[in-house]
């Protein structure tokens, strides 16, 4: 099954989202901000051995970084190039700074229903293989 990694400093919204998918079947991981994102993906601090997930869910508005800086660390990494990002957001209004984002491949508008969720996981694993595990 896919492991999805979940950015949001919001504990309650990372508490249903982590509760929807693991009832789905999926395997989760968590990260309070775009600091945490980045060492959990193994890009700051450099880990080449650290495992990459099949899918991101990505907080826009986060203390210490956002969810922008994030995904355009992200992006930049070779390892983590191609990685689906779905963000999730409480203002519309901030999803311009995604437009033409190759790696952003959904969007979020909070407050959001459990089937949103599945739904937009399924659109996007359905168009990609899930990755290796890797140790």
């Known amino acids: 099954m896919a492991r999805i990694l979940v950015v949001d400093d919001e504990k309650e919204v990372v508490y ?27 890009i700051d601090p450099p880990n080449p051995d650290a495992a990459v997930p099949d899918l991101v ?15 355009v660390r992200m992006r930049d990494d070779k390892r983590t190039a191609g990685l ?6 409480a203002y519309g209004d901030m999803l311009h ?4 984002a190759p790696n952003v491949v959904g969007f979020l508008q909070k407050p959001f229903n459990p089937r949103q969720i599945n739904e ?16």
Not at 97 to 100: I, T
Not at 120 to 135: G, H, M
């Open 16 to 42: 249903i989202i982590r509760f929807v998918l693991e009832k789905a079947g999926y395997t989760v991981w968590t990260a309070g901000n775009g600091v945490e994102a980045l060492a959990v993906l193994g």
């Open 57 to 71: 869910f990505l907080d826009v508005m986060m203390p210490v970084m956002d969810g922008h800086t994030a995904s």
């Open 84 to 89: 689906p990002i779905i963000v999730e957001t």
């Open 97 to 100: 700074l995604f437009e033409g």
């Open 120 to 135: 937009q996981v399924e659109k996007v694993l359905s168009r990609t293989k899930p990755r290796a595990i890797t140790p």
